[in-house]
């Protein structure tokens, strides 16, 4: 299929016909969309015959890489044995039931049932649902309020968008009611001289401020991601979470985790709940289930949402059509398999996650770099006007936009969040990878300084 067409033709069809996400169609067909071919290993290719590392693992999911004849199998198996059957009339299949099992047992303790849906956005929008619904039965209908943070991202759809905090999502009719935000942990923008542990205390401060100002009797949930990934690779100082479940605690609000990014080992442990000693009442999943070859999220539910709703619940009206397909099923078995038998989790905790670390260590030198922060395979490296302040680029953005399209241009995928370079590779990187990717920000951080004046 590829060689039917030239790389112009392809673009015109792209402008005429279809709206990727996310995208500014104007710039985009002006520019001509990328048309990506293959991929095999760490690498994509386009019909420009370039060849690119994927420091992004896609979008934050290719965990296991690409390539992976294990996955194809799986998925080609289970379409030849049962493509498709739906869990609505009372009926399931074994892939769904296997996986079910399997995550309860890898998943934080408590949380041993799981209610499927086929993206991150489905699955928090289910999470909205099922937290409302069990305050109604628990005879508390008015605790409705969800409190997210500033950069949060939950996806896509209006009531995942309005319980993220992007900005720019709310304004484009997505900030529904009873969603309250507060501030990140944003350690680079507001711990000042603070030492970790103050700031720790200060920022979980910010939800107990929140609860108070609108009564816990409003408040449902609290919902964060345990690093925040969209919202720059935003990584909370030691202690946070702590003093987080115990405001939690303290007032009867359940503390969701959306490990959509942060699960399946890419902070060095089956979820970042584990990692960062989390308990939480409800977690969300998705993109590294299934390392993104077919699409599937999960909701794990813990006992005391699940036994009320089993108790007092009666029929739970939603679910997708595809909720728990066994297509996606049998991938996710079979991407989990990959993960445990190649030990990549403990390839990540003892291995690449610290020689990412100091592998970018140097370039916070760099006459561009505010600050280098990584937690297991994933890393920010903020750019700055001025090291000293710091004092940020105006506007926000153009700076690390320039920056990535020479990484792209030098064959490294990168992502730009406001002025920060993102880092989300598979899980399955190596040194050398990783050598490279530092090798080829270094020459693109050079570049941009050099034509700016600043070296
Ligand atoms: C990507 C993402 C989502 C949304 O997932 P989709 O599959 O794009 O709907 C939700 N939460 C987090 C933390 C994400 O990174």
Redesign the pocket.
Known sequence: MNEIRSTKDWQAIEAAHHMPPFSDYKSLHQQGTRMITHASGHYIHDTEGHKILDAMAG??CVNVGYGREELVEAAANQMRQLPYYNAFFKTSHPAVAELSKRLASLAPDGLNHVFYAN??????DTIIRMVRHFWALEGKPEKRIIIGRDYG????TIL?ASMGGMSGMHEQAAKEADFIHIKPPYGFLYQGNQSEEMFAATAAGWLEDAILAHGADKIAAFIA?PIQ??GGVIIPPQGYFEHIQEICRKHDILFIA?E??TGFGRTGQWFASQTMNLSPDMM?L??GLTSGYV?M?AVMVGDRVFNSLKEKGGEFYHGFTYSGHPVAAAVALANLDIIESEGLIDTVRNDTGPYLAKALAPLADHVMVGEVRTFGLLACIELVDDKNGPVLFTPTGAMAEVVRDHAIASGLMVRAVRDGMILSPPLTFTHDDIDEVVLKLRAALDKTAQEIGKA
Do not use: M, Q, R
């Not at 993206?119 to 928090?124: F, L, P, V, W």
């Not at 991202?153 to 896509?156: D, I």
């Open positions: 979008l934050w993206s991150g956005s489905e699955a928090n991202y939950h996806g896509s995942a991601e990934g969209a959306d959509v990014i969300t998705a993109k699409p999220s």
